[in-house]
Antibody
Framework: EVQLVESGGGLVQPGGSLRLSCSAS????????MHWVRQAPGKGLEYVSA????????YYTDSVKGRFTISRDNSKNTLYLQMSSLRAEDTAVYYC???????????WGQGTMVTVSS | DIQMTQSPSAMSASVGDRVTITCRAS??????LAWFQQKPGKVPKRLIY???SLQSGVPSRFSGGGSGTEFTLTISSLQPEDFATYYC?????????FGPGTKVDIK
């Protein structure tokens, strides 16, 4: 079964850091681009970041550039999102998502909640 | 970055109604457009990919169309389980972008 399982969410103070992980199984992880998408409480979906299959290129939405870093370890079938200088507006459920060029975003994880509050 | 708009932002409809949601891109995205359905507290579910290809297991009352900058999601006969929020996503160029969503509720 193709599966993505996020972990690492929690409560963090403004200005703090957190690292999210996404463990993949059931498919050849190293063949796919991977993404992070977030959803603030009561709000819509927001695209956060992407990393290509070999980790050679990364992309970020403007609001997280310079604060978030996406990475992957293909030997461990794991995707990461290192988040620093966290703000209240980063409070959201964070989803990792599998994708390919034509068949985009077919598999989503269950999400992990990040709350930035003092 | 490519901006995505959706219309309407919300709508009330009855079971059996034909519903059409429109998504527009700020520049040509070819057919790199997907549609998702999300119910409260649930993970988004892909309905349509490549603008018009139906995801396996999704009822045939859902269909997608369009290319370039204008796209549609049509539900031919709305069912009780279809009341949800619908999002489009462009995946033509990074950073990818979602539309703001269309909430479909019961009239």
């Amino acid at each position: 079964e193709v599966q993505l399982v996020e972990s690492g969410g929690g409560l963090v103070q403004p200005g703090g850091s957190l690292r999210l992980s996404c463990s993949a199984s059931g498919f050849t992880f190293s063949s796919y681009a991977m993404h992070w998408v977030r959803q603030a409480p009561g709000k819509g979906l927001e695209y956060v970041s992407a990393i290509i299959s070999n980790g050679g290129s990364t992309y970020y939405t403007d609001s997280v550039k310079g604060r978030f870093t996406i990475s992957r370890d293909n030997s461990k079938n794991t995707l990461y999102l290192q988040m620093s200088s966290l703000r209240a507006e980063d409070t959201a459920v964070y989803y990792c998502v599998k994708s390919q060029r034509v068949s985009a975003f077919d598999i989503w994880g269950q999400g992990t909640m990040v709350t930035v509050s003092s | 970055d490519i901006q995505m708009t959706q219309s309407p932002s919300a709508m009330s409809a009855s079971v059996g109604d034909r519903v059409t949601i429109t998504c527009r891109a700020s520049q040509d995205i070819s057919n790199y457009l997907a549609w998702f359905q999300q119910k409260p507290g649930k993970v988004p579910k892909r309905l349509i990919y490549a603008a018009s290809s139906l995801q396996s297991g999704v009822p045939s009352r859902f269909s997608g169309g369009g290319s370039g900058t204008e796209f549609t999601l049509t539900i031919s006969s709305l069912q009780p389980e279809d009341f949800a929020t619908y999002y489009c996503l462009q995946h033509n160029s990074y950073p990818f972008t979602f539309g703001p969503g269309t909430k479909v509720d019961i009239k």
